[in-house]
């Protein structure tokens, strides 16, 4: 859903394959293949079945600048899903989130004004909790957990979505990753 306030979002619509064509939750046998993946939205893919899968999706790497908006909310903090478009890792520090002024530094650490979540997906599991949680405090990246460890190498993966969740605030953030 990017269109509501808030976090924790529940997905807009939910499309399952059978019988040879996409069908949706609530629509009975209409058929759904032409629906269109707006550009700049995401999908999760919950996979219902023991085996692994691999989703290729075809297109071309992106090398030159990125440019994103980041949704903000003026009362709530509000979360706003994103992929690595890139075709290699690339670290926290080089992320271009603070430097774009698209992320903002937390006063300390147990009042966090923006926070970064990550998800690991070599471990199966449906609705995850995040892996780790990020903020940037006192000039670092810094990882929830890990005190004031400097986290900016850590890297954000190719094909592993993230949220950037953001405090409340009036403006859009806009983020610029070279």
């Known amino acids: 859903d990017v269109t509501s306030a ?9 499309y399952f394959f059978n019988a040879g064509i996409w ?4 629509q009975g046998g209409v058929n759904h293949n032409d629906d269109i993946i707006q550009p700049n939205s995401y999908l999760i893919v919950r996979h219902n079945v023991a085996s692994n899968t691999t989703v290729c999706v075809a297109g071309v790497v992106v090398s030159s600048q990125l440019t994103s908006s980041i949704r903000t909310q003026p009362d709530v903090r509000q979360d706003n899903s994103f992929g690595l478009i ?13 430097s774009s002024c698209a992320f903002q530094a937390s006063p300390l650490p147990g009042t966090r004004t923006d926070e970064l979540l990550t998800f690991d997906n070599t471990t199966a599991s449906r609705n995850k909790s995040a892996s780790a949680i990020y903020y940037y405090w006192s000039n670092a990246w810094r990882e929830v957990g890990f ?26 953030a806009v983020w610029t990753n070279a």
Do not use: E, Y
């Not at 808030?6 to 939910?14: C, E, F, M, R």
């Not at 069908?23 to 609530?26: A, D, S």
């Not at 890139?86 to 603070?98: F, N, Y």
């Open 23 to 26: 069908k949706q939750v609530g």
């Open 147 to 172: 005190g004031n460890t400097d986290a900016g190498t850590n890297l954000l993966v190719p094909g592993t979505g993230f949220i950037i969740r953001k405090g409340t605030n009036s403006a859009t």
């Open 86 to 98: 890139r075709p290699a890792a690339v670290s926290l520090d080089a992320s271009g989130l603070i």
């Open 6 to 14: 808030g976090i924790n979002l529940s997905a807009t619509k939910v």
